[in-house]
């Protein structure tokens, strides 16, 4: 699933079996901006795992040729040649500034949302641009489920079914 649908699939289904408060999620892929952060912290992450941005502030220029072992700036390479253009006390200063500029900005995020800290974030404070003239809410478009809700049963669509073939014995869906 893509982040913010597997994160919201797994923080409401962990509301919905009454275990949110005893497991933690983290939340990693295409994370680059403070708003990133907040964003999926709304949703449901307990912390976020980035890369890319870091991976953007010591020269990576998206080749796309990481498994290859070609990289031509030297930051996903193993061949010692290539690694040479990776100047470690230069690129080292530009990832702890950015590291810090990024924190920066996701206190000024939170201050600006009236919030202590992002773990105050929910799916109210963001919207999505639905068409040219519709924008709504994280909330409308990944509803919540109750505490307990899909120990009671639930009829949302979402749920109905993963829950009903779900075995805690087996991953192995009932058919």
């Not at 680059?32 to 999926?40: G, K, M, N």
């Not at 202590?116 to 999505?128: A, I, N």
Request: aromatic fraction near 8%; proline fraction near 5%.
């Amino acid at each position: 699933m893509p982040l913010r649908e597997g994160l919201t699939f797994v923080h409401n289904a962990l509301v919905g079996a009454g275990l949110r408060d005893k497991i933690r999620i983290g939340a990693s892929g295409m994370i680059i901006s403070a708003f990133d952060i907040a964003r999926v912290m709304a949703l449901g992450a307990d912390w976020v795992n980035m890369a890319r941005g870091f991976m953007f502030s010591i020269g990576c220029i998206q080749s796309q040729s990481c498994h290859t072992d070609h990289c031509p700036v030297g930051v996903a390479t193993q061949d010692e040649h290539r690694q040479r253009a990776l100047v470690v006390p230069d690129k080292a200063t530009r990832v702890a500034q950015f590291h810090a500029k990024t924190l920066e900005a996701l206190a000024e995020v939170v201050a600006g949302a009236g919030l202590h800290h992002p773990s105050e974030f929910k799916p109210f404070h963001f919207h999505k641009r639905i068409n040219h003239s519709q924008v709504t809410t994280f909330t409308h478009l990944y509803p919540p489920l109750r505490s307990g809700e899909l120990l009671e049963g639930t009829n949302d669509v979402r749920f109905h079914i993963p829950w009903q073939i779900a075995r805690a014995e087996s991953f192995a869906p009932m058919h």
